[in-house]
């Protein structure tokens, strides 16, 4: 079955320290998104490629850094300089009109 | 700059009460409506995509309906299991999604 994971289900990260969140999918969708949500909110759009080797800011792009060298790959990095990273992480591919497929998430929480 | 606004934030219904949740937007080309189901610690899942004014899609105990400004998503005789948070976006043809906040619903038996 075609889908995204994403890995890892949980994730602690010590202050001043960069994590990798992964995200995978073998749907054959061009566009790759990542989401932020914070208890009881909205997503929020981190970073989107629309294409491999192409990617752009969303809104609360500071403090984080993505790559595209794969279709099927869309890794996120959480650095140093995002001051308060605890949140739960969603990776999403979208072929229109089909909309969003959503990943599993990642939790991240700061220790 | 594209809004959705999602009411209300939390519904606290009894089993076989039926209601609505409201999805109000504005955007400033309208390609496409997403309605999708949230569980807690997962992902969100796939619902309803409505696409122009009048249309109206169901799925068991739910009935999305779209008008230029807004989109209901009807419950009808909700279960427990019917308990998520349920989420509406916008797609302005440029293959994003904007989110609204949500609307937690809790069913009880």
């Known amino acids: 079955d075609g889908g995204i994971t994403q890995s890892p289900k949980y994730l602690f990260r010590k202050e001043g320290q960069n994590v990798t969140l992964s995200c995978e999918q073998n749907?054959?969708?061009?566009?790759m998104y990542w989401y932020r949500q914070d208890p009881g909110q909205g997503l929020r759009l981190i970073y989107y490629?629309?294409?491999?080797?192409?990617?752009q800011k969303g809104d609360i792009a500071e403090g984080y850094s993505v790559s595209r060298e794969k279709k099927e790959s869309f890794p996120l990095t959480v650095t140093s300089a995002q001051k308060n990273p605890t949140a739960f992480y969603l990776c999403?591919?979208?072929?229109?009109?089909?909309?969003?497929?959503f990943g599993s998430g990642t939790r991240l929480t700061v220790v | 700059e594209d809004q959705v606004t999602q009411s209300p934030e939390a519904l606290r219904l009894q089993e076989g009460e039926s209601s609505s949740l409201n999805c109000s937007y504005t955007?400033?080309?309208?390609?496409?409506l997403f309605w999708y189901r949230q569980d807690p610690g997962k992902g969100p899942e796939f619902l309803f995509t409505?696409?122009?004014a009048g249309e109206e899609k169901e799925k068991e105990r739910l009935k999305a309906t779209l008008t230029k400004k807004e989109s209901f998503l009807h419950i009808t005789a909700p279960k427990p299991e019917d308990s998520a948070t349920y989420l509406c976006?916008?797609?302005?043809?440029?293959?994003?999604?904007?989110f609204g906040g949500g609307t937690r619903l809790m069913v009880k038996p």
């Open positions: 955007v400033s080309g309208l390609r496409g």
């Open positions: 490629s629309q294409i491999v080797n192409d990617f």
């Open positions: 999403a591919s979208s072929i229109w009109p089909t909309g969003y497929t």
């Open positions: 409505l696409y122009s």
């Open positions: 976006a916008v797609d302005n043809a440029g293959n994003m999604l904007t």
């Open positions: 749907l054959n969708h061009d566009a």
